[in-house]
């Protein structure tokens, strides 16, 4: 992963881990000082299977970070650096890939979903995205836009 900057000398790295090429826990290590050292502040447990998760976590603002995980359905919002973890359960959105995700606050963010089908085995395909907002951390989402593109 790639670390995001949060500061002229910080910013948080986030790291998927789990056991047989599986992602079931999100790590995340801050650093304060130019990225020397790394330190763990929280471990955000992704459920079995793991599924689609932001990569990234959205940094809200410094030590106050958001993880958005399709296979649980939840926004876990990570606060006090790491010290305080609360799970919001997703409504709302259909089943498929998270393409992203951001929030500008806790509350308010937004997310792209991506679905596929097929008519025939691998033909006359169709990849759907679609884009939600949420004004409650992510508990509803409320559709804004769709595209179909043929695949």
């Known amino acids: ?24 826990v999100m790590a995340l290590y801050r650093s304060t000082g130019h990225g020397a050292p790394w330190v763990l502040k929280a471990v955000v447990p992704l459920g ?3 599924g689609d998760i932001n990569d990234l976590p959205v940094i809200i603002r410094p030590g106050t970070w ?11 919002t990570v606060t006090r650096g790491g010290g305080r973890q609360s799970t ?3 409504s709302g959105l259909p089943d498929g890939g998270l393409a992203a995700a951001s929030f500008t606050s806790a ?3 937004w997310a ?21 907002s ?9 559709l804004r836009a769709t595209g179909n593109t043929g695949v």
Not at 66 to 73: C, D, F, P, Y
Not at 112 to 132: E, M, N, P, W
Not at 134 to 142: E, I, L, N, Y
């Open 1 to 24: 992963m790639i670390p995001r900057v949060t500061g002229p000398a910080a910013g948080v790295l986030a790291a998927a881990f789990g056991g047989g090429g599986t992602r079931s």
């Open 48 to 50: 079995h299977p793991p």
């Open 66 to 76: 958001l993880i958005v995980s399709m296979a649980n359905r939840q926004v876990v």
């Open 88 to 90: 919001v359960a997703i």
């Open 107 to 109: 509350r308010t963010g």
């Open 112 to 132: 792209i979903v991506g679905t596929g089908r097929c008519a025939h085995f691998k033909t006359d395909c169709t990849q759907t995205s679609a884009l939600y």
């Open 134 to 142: 949420t004004a409650d951390g992510g508990a509803h989402r409320t």
